[in-house]
């Protein structure tokens, strides 16, 4: 029998996403999706966002760039939907049992990137 070495504990995973403008992408992440402003850098060229435990970066890009796919578990995602509906985030498909058992809501930010909300 082998006995293997325990996994060192490492942190959540921030994902980076591309956007046209740092500044208005942060704005947007407050004004309608709940984020706080974080930090931004000098040259306006990177900053982030957070909500409780979660964090987000955004790089600025030259437009047309790939968006970004994210999948964001809700503890309770008809709150998260109802929230994120009355603050006039961009809801590309409404909340809804999929047929693999998922309850998801998708959204796109201002710039394309794309998160999957849902609670199974």
């Given at each position: 029998?082998?006995?293997?070495?325990?996994l060192?504990?490492?942190?959540?995973?921030?994902?980076e996403?591309p956007?046209?403008?740092?500044?208005?992408?942060q704005?947007?992440y407050?004004d309608?999706?709940?984020?706080?402003?974080?930090?931004?850098?000098?040259?306006?060229?990177?900053g982030?966002v957070?909500?409780?435990?979660?964090?987000?970066?955004?790089r600025?890009?030259?437009?047309p760039?790939?968006?970004?796919?994210?999948?964001?578990?809700?503890?309770?995602?008809?709150?998260?939907y109802n929230?994120?509906?009355?603050?006039?985030?961009n809801?590309?498909d409404?909340?809804?049992?999929?047929?693999w058992g998922?309850?998801?809501f998708?959204?796109?930010d201002?710039d394309?990137?794309?998160?999957?909300?849902?609670?199974?």
């Open positions: 029998m082998s006995t293997k070495e325990p060192s504990t490492i942190g959540q995973a921030v994902p996403l956007v046209a403008d740092v500044e208005r992408a704005q947007y407050r309608t999706l709940g984020f706080e402003i974080a930090w931004l850098y000098p040259d306006k060229g990177i982030a957070s909500r409780g435990k979660a964090v987000i970066f955004f600025r890009r030259e437009p760039f790939e968006p970004a796919v994210h999948w964001v578990f809700a503890e309770d995602v008809d709150a998260t929230e994120l509906k009355a603050s006039g985030a809801i590309v409404p909340l809804e049992t999929k047929p998922l309850r998801q998708t959204v796109d201002s394309g990137n794309r998160f999957y909300f849902h609670h199974d």
